[in-house]
Protein backbone atom coordinates (compact mmCIF):
# COMPACT_ATOMS: atom_id res chain seq x y z
CA UNK A 1 0.00 0.00 0.00
CA UNK A 2 1.17 3.34 -0.96
CA UNK A 3 1.34 6.02 1.11
CA UNK A 4 -1.40 8.50 0.36
CA UNK A 5 -4.23 4.91 -0.04
CA UNK A 6 -5.10 5.21 3.29
CA UNK A 7 -4.95 8.54 5.05
CA UNK A 8 -1.83 10.85 4.52
CA UNK A 9 1.01 10.31 6.81
CA UNK A 10 1.51 13.22 9.30
CA UNK A 11 5.02 14.45 8.26
CA UNK A 12 6.98 16.83 9.51
CA UNK A 13 10.34 18.91 7.88
CA UNK A 14 12.75 20.12 10.52
CA UNK A 15 15.13 22.55 7.89
CA UNK A 16 12.71 22.23 4.87
CA UNK A 17 14.45 25.36 3.45
CA UNK A 18 18.16 23.63 2.73
CA UNK A 19 19.23 21.44 -0.01
CA UNK A 20 17.41 18.13 1.37
CA UNK A 21 14.30 20.01 2.77
CA UNK A 22 13.68 21.66 -0.93
CA UNK A 23 14.47 18.24 -2.32
CA UNK A 24 11.72 16.70 0.10
CA UNK A 25 8.84 19.16 -0.71
CA UNK A 26 9.83 18.34 -4.57
CA UNK A 27 9.52 14.39 -3.83
CA UNK A 28 6.38 14.71 -1.81
CA UNK A 29 5.01 16.71 -4.82
CA UNK A 30 5.73 13.92 -6.94
CA UNK A 31 4.14 11.63 -4.49
CA UNK A 32 0.80 13.08 -4.68
CA UNK A 33 1.09 16.10 -2.15
CA UNK A 34 -1.71 16.85 0.20
CA UNK A 35 -3.37 13.56 -0.78
CA UNK A 36 -0.49 11.69 0.92
CA UNK A 37 1.28 13.72 2.70
CA UNK A 38 -0.54 15.97 5.53
CA UNK A 39 2.37 18.64 6.56
CA UNK A 40 2.95 19.06 10.51
CA UNK A 41 5.40 21.77 10.25
CA UNK A 42 8.26 23.09 8.15
CA UNK A 43 11.15 24.72 10.01
CA UNK A 44 13.81 27.05 8.69
CA UNK A 45 16.55 29.75 9.77
CA UNK A 46 17.27 32.73 7.86
CA UNK A 47 15.20 32.57 4.49
CA UNK A 48 11.54 33.29 6.25
CA UNK A 49 10.19 34.27 2.49
CA UNK A 50 10.87 30.90 1.34
CA UNK A 51 9.97 29.19 4.78
CA UNK A 52 6.25 31.43 4.82
CA UNK A 53 6.02 30.47 0.60
CA UNK A 54 6.64 26.50 1.63
CA UNK A 55 4.60 26.47 4.45
CA UNK A 56 1.49 28.09 2.65
CA UNK A 57 2.12 26.02 -0.21
CA UNK A 58 2.38 22.85 1.45
CA UNK A 59 -0.36 23.25 3.99
CA UNK A 60 1.91 23.65 7.03
CA UNK A 61 0.18 23.77 10.45
CA UNK A 62 2.96 25.29 11.97
CA UNK A 63 6.52 27.18 10.45
CA UNK A 64 9.01 27.72 12.38
CA UNK A 65 12.31 29.97 12.25
CA UNK A 66 15.53 28.53 14.22
CA UNK A 67 16.08 32.44 14.36
CA UNK A 68 14.17 34.17 17.17
CA UNK A 69 14.67 37.61 15.65
CA UNK A 70 13.07 37.04 12.66
CA UNK A 71 9.67 36.04 14.58
CA UNK A 72 8.33 38.87 13.60
CA UNK A 73 9.51 38.77 9.80
CA UNK A 74 7.72 35.29 9.69
CA UNK A 75 4.86 36.25 11.63
CA UNK A 76 4.11 39.04 9.03
CA UNK A 77 4.69 36.87 5.95
CA UNK A 78 2.56 34.55 7.38
CA UNK A 79 -0.52 36.93 8.55
CA UNK A 80 -4.34 35.94 7.17
CA UNK A 81 -2.53 32.42 6.20
CA UNK A 82 -3.86 30.30 9.49
CA UNK A 83 -0.43 28.95 10.20
CA UNK A 84 1.26 29.14 13.38
CA UNK A 85 4.05 30.03 13.76
CA UNK A 86 6.62 30.36 16.45
CA UNK A 87 10.86 30.98 16.80
CA UNK A 88 14.10 30.08 18.45
CA UNK A 89 14.73 26.89 20.69
CA UNK A 90 11.40 27.06 22.06
CA UNK A 91 9.62 27.12 18.66
CA UNK A 92 11.94 23.98 17.59
CA UNK A 93 10.67 22.44 20.66
CA UNK A 94 7.32 23.28 19.80
CA UNK A 95 7.82 21.52 16.19
CA UNK A 96 9.13 18.71 17.87
CA UNK A 97 6.24 18.08 19.89
CA UNK A 98 3.52 18.34 17.13
CA UNK A 99 2.04 15.08 16.06
CA UNK A 100 3.80 13.26 13.24
CA UNK A 101 4.12 10.06 11.80
CA UNK A 102 6.61 10.63 10.07
CA UNK A 103 9.88 13.88 10.51
CA UNK A 104 12.49 14.28 7.93
CA UNK A 105 15.21 15.62 9.97
CA UNK A 106 17.36 18.12 7.55
CA UNK A 107 18.71 20.40 10.14
CA UNK A 108 22.15 20.69 9.12
CA UNK A 109 24.60 20.43 12.34
CA UNK A 110 24.45 19.82 15.74
CA UNK A 111 21.42 22.34 15.97
CA UNK A 112 19.59 19.69 14.63
CA UNK A 113 19.68 17.20 17.27
CA UNK A 114 17.77 18.12 20.28
CA UNK A 115 14.47 18.42 18.26
CA UNK A 116 14.82 15.42 16.33
CA UNK A 117 15.93 13.37 19.45
CA UNK A 118 12.49 14.59 20.87
CA UNK A 119 10.36 13.75 17.86
CA UNK A 120 12.11 10.45 18.11
CA UNK A 121 10.78 10.24 21.99
CA UNK A 122 7.53 10.77 21.07
CA UNK A 123 7.65 8.11 18.46
CA UNK A 124 8.11 9.29 15.07
CA UNK A 125 9.84 7.85 12.64
CA UNK A 126 12.96 9.25 11.87
CA UNK A 127 13.89 9.98 8.38
CA UNK A 128 17.59 10.57 8.84
CA UNK A 129 19.44 13.58 7.00
CA UNK A 130 21.20 14.95 10.04
CA UNK A 131 24.03 12.64 10.12
CA UNK A 132 25.59 14.81 12.74
CA UNK A 133 22.43 13.59 15.51
CA UNK A 134 24.57 10.25 15.37
CA UNK A 135 27.78 11.25 15.39
CA UNK A 136 27.04 12.83 18.48
CA UNK A 137 24.53 10.94 20.23
CA UNK A 138 25.24 7.64 18.89
CA UNK A 139 23.81 4.76 20.39
CA UNK A 140 21.61 7.23 22.65
CA UNK A 141 20.10 8.69 19.63
CA UNK A 142 19.57 5.39 18.27
CA UNK A 143 18.31 3.50 21.59
CA UNK A 144 15.75 6.97 21.95
CA UNK A 145 14.07 6.26 18.33
CA UNK A 146 14.06 2.48 19.51
CA UNK A 147 12.44 3.46 23.01
CA UNK A 148 9.95 5.57 21.46
CA UNK A 149 8.21 3.04 18.63
CA UNK A 150 10.05 4.35 15.68
CA UNK A 151 12.41 3.49 13.03
CA UNK A 152 15.35 5.28 11.62
CA UNK A 153 15.42 4.97 7.95
CA UNK A 154 18.69 6.73 6.53
CA UNK A 155 18.43 9.36 4.04
CA UNK A 156 22.25 9.97 3.55
CA UNK A 157 22.92 8.41 0.27
CA UNK A 158 25.79 6.04 1.23
CA UNK A 159 23.38 5.19 4.41
CA UNK A 160 20.73 4.69 2.31
CA UNK A 161 22.08 2.28 0.06
CA UNK A 162 23.65 0.10 2.64
CA UNK A 163 20.27 -0.10 4.15
CA UNK A 164 18.78 -1.37 1.10
CA UNK A 165 21.53 -3.69 0.25
CA UNK A 166 21.56 -4.90 3.65
CA UNK A 167 19.62 -8.39 3.36
CA UNK A 168 17.75 -8.38 6.77
CA UNK A 169 17.54 -12.05 7.52
CA UNK A 170 21.25 -12.21 6.49
CA UNK A 171 22.72 -9.83 9.38
CA UNK A 172 25.24 -11.99 10.61
CA UNK A 173 26.44 -12.64 7.17
CA UNK A 174 27.94 -9.04 7.01
CA UNK A 175 31.25 -9.17 6.67
CA UNK A 176 31.86 -5.40 5.72
CA UNK A 177 30.24 -2.46 4.18
CA UNK A 178 32.09 -0.07 1.68
CA UNK A 179 30.86 3.91 2.32
CA UNK A 180 31.69 5.11 -1.32
CA UNK A 181 33.46 8.39 -1.54
CA UNK A 182 33.48 10.94 -4.55
CA UNK A 183 36.46 12.45 -3.40
CA UNK A 184 35.43 16.01 -3.57
CA UNK A 185 36.76 19.10 -6.13
CA UNK A 186 40.35 18.18 -4.55
CA UNK A 187 40.40 14.83 -4.88
CA UNK A 188 43.64 14.89 -6.86
CA UNK A 189 45.21 17.83 -5.17
CA UNK A 190 48.47 18.30 -3.24
CA UNK A 191 48.38 19.47 0.35
CA UNK A 192 50.44 21.90 -0.50
CA UNK A 193 47.55 23.40 -3.45
CA UNK A 194 44.75 23.03 -1.09
CA UNK A 195 46.39 24.48 1.99
CA UNK A 196 45.29 27.87 0.46
CA UNK A 197 41.55 27.41 -1.06
CA UNK A 198 39.19 29.55 -0.58
CA UNK A 199 35.14 28.05 0.58
CA UNK A 200 34.32 29.20 -2.82
CA UNK A 201 36.36 26.73 -4.19
CA UNK A 202 35.83 24.21 -1.68
CA UNK A 203 31.98 24.18 -2.09
CA UNK A 204 32.37 23.35 -5.67
CA UNK A 205 31.11 19.88 -5.92
CA UNK A 206 31.83 17.86 -8.83
CA UNK A 207 28.53 15.40 -8.99
CA UNK A 208 26.33 16.63 -6.21
CA UNK A 209 24.54 19.94 -5.26
CA UNK A 210 23.99 20.31 -1.46
CA UNK A 211 24.34 23.01 1.72
CA UNK A 212 27.71 24.71 2.31
CA UNK A 213 28.64 22.70 5.49
CA UNK A 214 28.42 19.42 3.57
CA UNK A 215 30.07 20.58 0.17
CA UNK A 216 32.87 21.30 2.41
CA UNK A 217 33.05 18.53 4.03
CA UNK A 218 33.17 16.55 0.95
CA UNK A 219 35.95 18.97 -0.27
CA UNK A 220 37.79 17.68 3.21
CA UNK A 221 36.64 14.26 3.42
CA UNK A 222 35.51 14.95 7.06
CA UNK A 223 31.45 14.15 5.68
CA UNK A 224 33.14 11.04 5.04
CA UNK A 225 34.37 11.28 8.45
CA UNK A 226 30.87 11.71 9.93
CA UNK A 227 29.32 8.99 7.82
CA UNK A 228 31.66 6.05 8.79
CA UNK A 229 30.65 6.76 12.40
CA UNK A 230 27.04 7.04 11.38
CA UNK A 231 27.24 3.71 9.94
CA UNK A 232 28.67 2.19 13.08
CA UNK A 233 25.42 3.74 14.76
CA UNK A 234 23.33 2.86 12.27
CA UNK A 235 24.20 -0.49 11.48
CA UNK A 236 25.66 -2.17 14.64
CA UNK A 237 29.20 -3.11 12.64
CA UNK A 238 32.81 -3.56 14.62
CA UNK A 239 34.31 -0.19 13.56
CA UNK A 240 36.83 -2.80 11.05
CA UNK A 241 33.97 -3.42 9.20
CA UNK A 242 33.88 -0.70 8.10
CA UNK A 243 36.04 0.72 4.89
CA UNK A 244 36.11 3.69 2.37
CA UNK A 245 36.55 3.41 -1.44
CA UNK A 246 36.45 6.98 -3.72
CA UNK A 247 34.73 6.66 -6.66
CA UNK A 248 34.49 9.49 -8.81
CA UNK A 249 31.67 8.69 -10.63
CA UNK A 250 28.66 8.76 -7.20
CA UNK A 251 27.22 6.12 -9.05
CA UNK A 252 27.77 3.43 -6.90
CA UNK A 253 25.89 5.03 -3.43
CA UNK A 254 27.73 2.44 -1.57
CA UNK A 255 27.78 -1.58 -0.73
CA UNK A 256 27.60 -4.60 1.59
CA UNK A 257 29.85 -7.08 1.46
CA UNK A 258 28.88 -10.55 2.68
CA UNK A 259 30.79 -13.67 4.15
CA UNK A 260 30.18 -15.57 0.56
CA UNK A 261 32.09 -13.22 -1.26
CA UNK A 262 28.84 -11.12 -2.98
CA UNK A 263 28.40 -7.90 -2.56
CA UNK A 264 25.20 -5.95 -3.21
CA UNK A 265 25.38 -2.71 -4.31
CA UNK A 266 23.09 0.35 -4.50
CA UNK A 267 23.19 2.08 -7.62
CA UNK A 268 21.69 5.46 -9.34
CA UNK A 269 22.45 9.11 -10.48
CA UNK A 270 23.52 11.22 -8.02
CA UNK A 271 20.16 12.76 -6.89
CA UNK A 272 19.30 12.87 -3.42
CA UNK A 273 15.59 12.36 -4.37
CA UNK A 274 16.15 8.57 -4.87
CA UNK A 275 17.08 8.29 -0.74
CA UNK A 276 14.51 11.10 0.67
CA UNK A 277 12.02 8.94 -1.36
CA UNK A 278 13.10 5.74 0.04
CA UNK A 279 12.75 7.56 3.10
CA UNK A 280 9.33 8.74 2.90
CA UNK A 281 7.45 6.17 1.41
CA UNK A 282 9.19 3.25 3.01
CA UNK A 283 8.62 0.38 3.23
CA UNK A 284 7.20 0.97 -0.71
CA UNK A 285 9.81 2.23 -3.48
CA UNK A 286 8.11 5.27 -4.78
CA UNK A 287 7.60 5.97 -8.59
CA UNK A 288 10.34 9.38 -9.24
CA UNK A 289 11.10 11.58 -11.95
CA UNK A 290 14.45 11.53 -11.60
CA UNK A 291 17.13 10.49 -14.34
CA UNK A 292 17.81 7.05 -14.88
CA UNK A 293 20.88 5.34 -15.40
CA UNK A 294 22.64 4.68 -19.00
CA UNK A 295 25.22 2.48 -18.43
CA UNK A 296 26.34 2.56 -22.27
CA UNK A 297 26.17 6.54 -21.85
CA UNK A 298 28.15 5.58 -18.24
CA UNK A 299 30.97 3.24 -19.77
CA UNK A 300 32.84 3.12 -16.91
CA UNK A 301 33.20 3.14 -13.26
CA UNK A 302 36.82 3.76 -11.39
CA UNK A 303 37.58 3.00 -8.09
CA UNK A 304 40.73 4.12 -6.29
CA UNK A 305 41.99 3.56 -2.69
CA UNK A 306 41.25 6.90 -0.16
CA UNK A 307 44.58 8.90 1.16
CA UNK A 308 44.80 9.50 4.44
CA UNK A 309 47.66 11.78 4.51
CA UNK A 310 45.78 14.57 1.87
CA UNK A 311 42.72 14.16 3.86
CA UNK A 312 43.70 13.49 7.67
CA UNK A 313 39.29 13.18 8.58
CA UNK A 314 39.40 9.76 7.30
CA UNK A 315 42.39 9.05 10.51
CA UNK A 316 40.69 11.45 12.58
CA UNK A 317 37.16 8.94 12.12
CA UNK A 318 39.35 6.02 12.57
CA UNK A 319 40.79 7.34 15.72
CA UNK A 320 37.27 8.39 17.33
CA UNK A 321 35.78 4.84 16.12
CA UNK A 322 38.72 3.34 18.47
CA UNK A 323 38.39 5.27 21.33
CA UNK A 324 34.57 5.39 21.02
CA UNK A 325 33.05 7.00 23.97
CA UNK A 326 32.21 10.81 23.49
CA UNK A 327 35.17 11.03 20.44
CA UNK A 328 32.39 11.05 17.56
CA UNK A 329 30.74 14.15 20.08
CA UNK A 330 33.97 15.68 20.41
CA UNK A 331 35.14 15.49 16.66
CA UNK A 332 32.32 16.89 15.43
CA UNK A 333 31.86 19.69 17.63
CA UNK A 334 35.45 21.01 17.14
CA UNK A 335 34.89 20.63 13.20
CA UNK A 336 31.80 22.58 13.29
CA UNK A 337 33.65 25.35 14.90
CA UNK A 338 36.62 24.95 12.55
CA UNK A 339 34.42 24.65 9.67
CA UNK A 340 32.25 28.13 10.53
CA UNK A 341 36.01 29.96 10.80
CA UNK A 342 37.25 28.15 7.68
CA UNK A 343 34.25 29.96 5.40
CA UNK A 344 34.54 33.00 7.91
CA UNK A 345 38.45 32.82 6.32
CA UNK A 346 39.77 33.24 9.55
CA UNK A 347 41.48 30.10 9.37
CA UNK A 348 42.76 27.89 6.31
CA UNK A 349 41.47 24.48 5.09
CA UNK A 350 43.67 22.43 6.24
CA UNK A 351 43.86 23.77 9.76
CA UNK A 352 40.37 22.31 10.33
CA UNK A 353 41.45 18.81 10.63
CA UNK A 354 43.97 20.20 12.83
CA UNK A 355 42.03 21.75 15.19
CA UNK A 356 39.96 18.68 15.04
CA UNK A 357 42.50 16.38 16.22
CA UNK A 358 44.14 18.59 18.56
CA UNK A 359 40.44 19.10 20.48
CA UNK A 360 39.84 15.59 20.40
CA UNK A 361 43.63 14.88 21.73
CA UNK A 362 42.95 17.06 24.67
CA UNK A 363 39.84 15.45 25.66
CA UNK A 364 41.10 11.73 25.06
CA UNK A 365 39.85 11.30 29.29
CA UNK A 366 36.22 11.88 28.91
CA UNK A 367 34.29 8.97 29.93
CA UNK A 368 31.18 8.07 28.15
CA UNK A 369 28.07 9.35 27.62
CA UNK A 370 25.47 7.78 29.98
CA UNK A 371 22.91 10.60 29.36
CA UNK A 372 22.52 13.73 26.98
CA UNK A 373 23.95 15.67 29.03
CA UNK A 374 27.10 14.20 29.06
CA UNK A 375 26.93 14.67 25.44
CA UNK A 376 26.07 18.29 25.90
CA UNK A 377 28.83 19.14 28.09
CA UNK A 378 31.57 17.53 26.10
CA UNK A 379 30.02 19.12 22.62
CA UNK A 380 30.03 22.45 24.41
CA UNK A 381 33.98 21.32 26.05
CA UNK A 382 35.16 21.05 22.30
CA UNK A 383 33.53 23.90 20.87
CA UNK A 384 35.10 25.75 23.78
CA UNK A 385 38.47 24.58 22.57
CA UNK A 386 38.33 24.31 19.12
CA UNK A 387 37.37 28.42 19.86
CA UNK A 388 40.67 28.71 21.85
CA UNK A 389 42.82 27.35 18.56
CA UNK A 390 40.97 29.16 16.24
CA UNK A 391 42.22 32.14 17.73
CA UNK A 392 45.95 30.61 18.11
CA UNK A 393 45.61 29.87 14.84
CA UNK A 394 44.61 33.18 13.20
CA UNK A 395 47.43 35.11 15.93
CA UNK A 396 49.63 32.61 14.48
CA UNK A 397 49.02 33.65 10.35
P1 LIG B 1 21.46 23.28 4.13
O1 LIG B 1 22.48 24.18 4.70
O2 LIG B 1 21.11 23.40 2.69
O3 LIG B 1 20.09 23.40 4.96
C1 LIG B 1 20.10 23.35 6.35
C2 LIG B 1 18.72 23.58 6.95
O4 LIG B 1 18.90 23.75 8.37
C3 LIG B 1 18.02 24.86 6.47
O5 LIG B 1 16.63 24.65 6.47
C4 LIG B 1 18.41 25.87 7.52
O6 LIG B 1 17.47 26.93 7.62
C5 LIG B 1 18.41 25.03 8.76
N1 LIG B 1 19.29 25.56 9.80
C6 LIG B 1 20.52 26.11 9.63
N2 LIG B 1 21.03 26.48 10.82
C7 LIG B 1 20.11 26.18 11.75
C8 LIG B 1 20.06 26.31 13.17
N3 LIG B 1 21.06 26.86 13.87
N4 LIG B 1 18.97 25.86 13.82
C9 LIG B 1 17.94 25.29 13.14
N5 LIG B 1 17.93 25.15 11.79
C10 LIG B 1 19.01 25.58 11.10
O7 LIG B 1 21.94 21.80 4.47
P2 LIG B 1 21.66 20.45 3.66
O8 LIG B 1 22.73 20.27 2.66
O9 LIG B 1 20.23 20.36 3.26
O10 LIG B 1 21.97 19.38 4.79
C11 LIG B 1 21.08 19.11 5.87
C12 LIG B 1 21.58 17.88 6.61
O11 LIG B 1 21.49 16.76 5.73
C13 LIG B 1 23.05 17.95 7.03
O12 LIG B 1 23.19 17.30 8.26
C14 LIG B 1 23.78 17.20 5.95
O13 LIG B 1 24.97 16.59 6.40
C15 LIG B 1 22.76 16.14 5.59
N6 LIG B 1 22.89 15.63 4.21
C16 LIG B 1 22.73 16.48 3.17
C17 LIG B 1 22.86 16.01 1.87
C18 LIG B 1 22.65 16.92 0.68
O14 LIG B 1 22.66 16.43 -0.45
N7 LIG B 1 22.47 18.20 0.84
C19 LIG B 1 23.18 14.66 1.65
C20 LIG B 1 23.33 13.83 2.75
C21 LIG B 1 23.18 14.32 4.03
MG1 LIG C 1 26.46 11.12 2.06
Redesign the pocket.
Known amino acids: MMAGENAPRRLSI????????Q?TLDVIEQLGGRKSYEISVV?????VELLAHQAKSAGARLAVT?SDERYHALKAELSGSGIAVAAGASG?AEAADLEADWVMA????T??LAPTLAAARKGATIAL????CLVSAGDLFVDAVAKGGGRLIP???EHSAIFQSLDEGQRHAVERIILTASGGPFRTWSRADMANVTAATARAHPN????????V?SASMF?KA?EMIEAKHLFGVRPDQIEVIVHPQSIIHSMVGYTDGSIIAQLGCPD?RTAIGYALDYPHRPKLNVERLDFAKLSRLDFEAPDEERFPALRLARTALERGGLQGAIMNAAEEIAFHAFVEERIGFLAMADIAEAVMDKMIATGEAKTMDDVFAADAEARRLAAELVALNEKAA
Not at 106 to 109: D, P
Not at 208 to 215: A, E
Open positions: FGSTGSIGNTGNANALAIVGAGANKEVDSWSMGLKISGNLM
